[in-house]
Nanobody, 122 residues
């Protein structure tokens, strides 16, 4: 059973940075494509970023390109989302997901973490 645990969320001022972590339990994350999604109140779950299983191809939604960076640390069995230059519109619950391939739609991913809240506010 794939278990994913996110951490690293919190309250940050506009322009600040956070690093989210997604740790795998009972699973080797390097065997999966990994994605980050976010969901703000009253909105659908939105694709943010992903890294492919093979080749390490990186994907970003346009609104975070140049500000967010996805990466893997296979030794720690963890995937990260480094978020810089944060904006109030980045406020949401952030989820990590695992699947065999990268998908842009949330419904296509089979395995999810419980989410971590990110709030960007002064």
């Amino acid at each position: 059973q794939v278990q994913l645990v996110e951490s690293g969320g919190g309250l940050v001022e506009p322009g600040g940075s956070l690093r989210l972590s997604c740790a795998g339990s009972g699973v080797t994350l390097s065997n999966y494509a990994m994605g980050w999604f976010r969901q703000a109140p009253g909105k659908e779950r939105e694709f943010v970023s992903a890294i492919s299983r093979v080749g390490g191809n990186l994907y970003y939604v346009d609104s975070v390109q140049g500000r967010f960076t996805i990466s893997r640390d296979n030794a720690k069995n963890t995937v990260y989302l480094q978020m810089n230059s944060l904006k109030p519109e980045d406020t949401a619950v952030y989820y990590c997901a695992a699947d065999s391939f990268v998908h842009r739609t949330a419904s296509s991913w089979k395995n999810w973490g419980q989410g971590t809240q990110v709030t960007v506010s002064s």
